[in-house]
């Protein structure tokens, strides 16, 4: 039996215990099929989604908001 082995998103560590394995997101694949991202349990609240779409969402309503009509 070969157990699967996932990298932590936040440490880069492997986790070897399947236990201590936490699913955290799901990412499309460039091709192919996307993959899980896994984290340590106790990483798992660390690891920040990828921050530069919702910056450039929240840019794009600001200025909406400041500038309505345009
Ligand atoms: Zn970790």
Same mark, same amino acid.
């Given at each position: 039996?070969?157990?699967?082995?996932?990298?932590?998103?936040?440490? #880069?560590? =492997?986790?070897? #215990?399947?236990?201590?394995?936490?699913? !955290? $997101?799901? &990412? #499309? @694949?460039?091709?192919? /099929? @996307?993959? !899980?991202?896994? $984290?340590?349990? &106790? *990483?798992? *609240? =660390?690891?920040?989604? #990828? /921050?530069? /779409?919702?910056?450039?969402?929240?840019?794009?309503? $600001?200025?909406? $908001?400041? *500038? /309505? @009509?345009?």
């Amino acid at each position: 039996m070969t157990a699967t082995l996932h990298v932590c998103r936040y440490c #880069d560590g =492997l986790i070897t #215990d399947p236990g201590n394995a936490v699913r !955290i $997101a799901y &990412e #499309d @694949g460039m091709s192919g /099929p @996307g993959r !899980i991202v896994w $984290a340590h349990r &106790e *990483h798992a *609240h =660390l690891v920040k989604p #990828d /921050p530069r /779409p919702l910056a450039l969402l929240a840019r794009i309503r $600001a200025r909406r $908001a400041a *500038h /309505p @009509g345009t």
